[in-house]
Each structure stands twice: as structure tokens, then as C-alpha cells.
């Protein structure tokens, strides 16, 4: 099992931006794929960004096409935290934001799924003001 807690979310004004952070604890997240995935009220969840770190030290990453260029997802294994930088954020990016955890690879496909992830955790409101 592993638990996942995220914070950082909070009000923030458009073209500014915010650190996500998400602690992760139960097992070493050095084997996962760690990902953020974004929601609004009515609508479904959605894809942001993930990454994948293999044994021989390659790492892959996924972005979702809107954010790509803005938002950067990092980990620290050995501390189990993973982030989510946030640069120029537009109101659009406004949303409950929740980290992710699959054991193994789970970036078959290019924008995965929340069925790819097996750990979620309770989420944190980002709010982008015009």
C-alpha cells in the first residue's frame, strides 16, 4: 500500500505560479509511475503529467498537450516526494489536483488513464484568478 498526500494548492493570481508537492508513504516510490491528474466540479479526471523512472536510470514523462512547456513533474525518491511546478498559469488550470502511484511502467499509453494508477490522494484545490 502507500499512501499519498498531496498540499501546496491555494489562490493564486493568472500568470503566477505554484508547487505542488506530494508525499508518499508505505513503500519506496523509486519503481512507480508517479503522475498528476487535475478535476472540476462535473467533470471527469483528467490527465496533467506523470513520469517513470527505470532501473537503468531512463526516465520517461507525459504531458498533457495544454500544459506542456508550463508544467514540470519531478520526484525525490529518497525523501518519497514527488512535485508538480506550475508556471504561467492560465484560470483554465483551476481545479482539484491529485498525485498518482502505479507500480512499474504505466505509461503505455501517451495521455494514461486514472484506471493506469492503482494510489491516489485526497486531492488539493488550485484556484487561478483572472
Known amino acids: 500500500q502507500v499512501q499519498l498526500v498531496e498540499s501546496g494548492g491555494r489562490l493564486v493570481q493568472a500568470g503566477g505560479s505554484l508547487r505542488l508537492s506530494c508525499a508518499a508513504s508505505?513503500?519506496?516510490?523509486?519503481?512507480?509511475?508517479m503522475g498528476w491528474f487535475r478535476q472540476v466540479p462535473g467533470g471527469e479526471r483528467e490527465f496533467v503529467a506523470a513520469?517513470?523512472?527505470?532501473?537503468?536510470?531512463?526516465?520517461?514523462?507525459r504531458y498533457e498537450d495544454s500544459v506542456m512547456g508550463r508544467f514540470t513533474i519531478s520526484r525525490d525518491n529518497g525523501k518519497g516526494m514527488v512535485y508538480l511546478q506550475m508556471n504561467s498559469l492560465k484560470p483554465e488550470d483551476t481545479a482539484v489536483y491529485y498525485c498518482?502511484?502505479?507500480?512499474?511502467?504505466?505509461?503505455?499509453?501517451?495521455?494514461?488513464?486514472?484506471?493506469?494508477?492503482?494510489?491516489w490522494g485526497q486531492g488539493t484545490q488550485v484556484t487561478v484568478s483572472s
Open positions: 513520469e517513470h523512472w527505470s532501473a537503468s536510470g531512463t526516465r520517461n514523462t
Open positions: 498518482a502511484a502505479g507500480e512499474g511502467w504505466r505509461l503505455q499509453m501517451t495521455l494514461p488513464s486514472p484506471g493506469s494508477f492503482d494510489y
Open positions: 508505505g513503500r519506496t516510490i523509486s519503481s512507480y509511475t
